[in-house]
């Protein structure tokens, strides 16, 4: 377990532990310097001052450097003389190594100077609910199982359905907080302030899933920036996780995100590849899947998994368990309960094929419902419920999915 230093991950993705070189380069302390390797230090003249300088114009406790996933927040401890970043006197602000300050007469450099990440086996084919035997999956589990181990903010971005909201749970039970409270706040339909406020204080200990941070209105980020700072100060013990859609990164160089909400979240970023890019997966995902809706003795064979590794999945993970729900509700529930007969061949698994003792018009009708209901139940949990959040999601009106829902017995 990797139990020291500030996790993150470099321009290239690879897990590294956050280090930052403070050093003097002028006055006569020039060429002291610490390690920033997690939390805070203190730069001043007392002797208790983690980079201690003898220079007259620095205070006894004159600027705080703490350290973050991308860079380093410094605040000026209401020094005398002040604390500058080229010629602007600062109270606070994020500094993304290399940089330099002064502080009195001293000029202060930061120099990365990052660890790479012990290595970690990749060959896990499951972390948590999450499964898949592609190599992006087997690296993503190694990351995540990594990350469990500290404490490191954590971001996870892919698109609708590849299984975000899984993995913040994942790496929730796998962590030193397992036993306290995972609580997720939606971002976007949290109204104000204070669910921000509730949804900190109902996570005291435990994790925060910020699930949707890319559609946080500019209220709801203006009070999570505050909490988020709270927490970097040691106020709030609560382990952030925030999931997104869209990258973040982009966003907040378009100026759609704010930067120090990005500092602040982004130490270890892992994103979760398109169903799609990892179709080799679709076996393994089929047998779980199948077994989760409460089939695990069906057999599938080669031919079945076929089609089903064929398909675009614009919907992803999602995408695959609706197919997946549409072709069971079509098979009687004697045959779904014990694998077949030897020399007899496995239940067809093909949404698309309807029984032969149906006519067309009653066999079409038959699979759209079971595909209606499935979809309308699964988009309804995805979205815990809300009609608005999930009929914008699905692109349908509000009151046309309220009464598929009350179609199906869902609502």
């Known amino acids: 377990m990797i139990r020291t230093g500030l996790l993150g991950t470099d321009a290239g993705g690879q897990l590294v532990l956050r280090r930052v070189r403070v050093r003097a380069v002028s006055g006569e302390d020039s060429g002291r310097e610490v390690m920033l390797e997690g939390g805070t230090l203190v730069i001043g003249s007392h002797a208790d001052a ?65 660890l790479p990440a012990p290595e970690a086996p990749g060959e896990h084919t499951q972390f948590g609910a999450l499964v898949g035997q592609s190599p992006a999956m087997r690296r993503l589990f190694a990351l995540l199982e990594r990350v469990a181990a500290s404490d490191a903010p954590l971001v996870l971005e892919g698109e609708a359905g590849t299984g975000k909201s899984l993995a913040a749970r994942a790496v929730h039970e796998a962590s030193a907080r397992a036993a306290e409270p995972l609580v997720v706040l939606d ?54 996780i925030a999931t997104s859609r869209t990258d973040l990164r982009a966003r907040v160089e378009s100026g759609a995100l704010r930067r120090d909400l990005w500092f602040q979240l982004a130490a270890v970023r892992a994103p979760l590849p398109p169903l799609r890019e990892r179709t080799e997966d679709v076996p393994l995902l089929v047998r779980a899947l199948v077994a989760e809706l409460g089939h695990p003795q069906l057999v599938i064979d080669a031919a079945e998994l076929a089609p089903l590794r064929e398909r675009a999945y614009q919907g992803n993970v999602r995408e695959l368990r609706l197919v997946l729900e549409g072709a069971l509700a079509l098979r009687p529930a004697a045959a779904l309960s014990r694998p077949p007969p030897p020399g007899m061949p496995p239940i067809p698994m093909r949404a698309s094929t309807p029984p032969a003792a149906l006519d067309y018009r009653a066999a079409k009708e038959q699979v759209l419902d079971a595909f209606e209901r499935a979809y309308v139940a699964d988009l309804l949990e995805a979205h815990e419920g809300n009609v608005s959040r999930a009929a914008t999601t699905a692109g349908l009106d509000r009151n046309h999915l309220a009464k598929l829902a009350k179609k199906h017995g869902i609502r």
């Open 50 to 114: 983690e980079l201690a300088l003898r220079d007259p114009t620095v205070s006894r406790f004159h600027a705080e450097l703490g350290l973050l996933g991308e860079g380093v927040r410094v605040r000026d401890l209401d020094s005398t003389n002040g604390t500058f970043v080229g010629t602007a006197r600062i109270e606070g602000i994020m500094l993304v190594p290399p940089a330099e300050l002064r502080v009195g007469r001293t000029r202060i450099e930061l120099l990365p100077a990052d």
């Open 187 to 240: 971002l976007a339909s949290a109204a104000d302030a204070a669910a921000v406020q509730q949804a900190f204080r109902a996570a005291r200990g435990g994790t925060l899933v910020l699930d949707r941070l890319d559609e946080a209105s500019a209220h709801v980020a203006e009070a999570l920036a505050t909490a988020l700072a709270a927490r970097e100060r040691g106020e709030l013990d609560v382990r952030p």
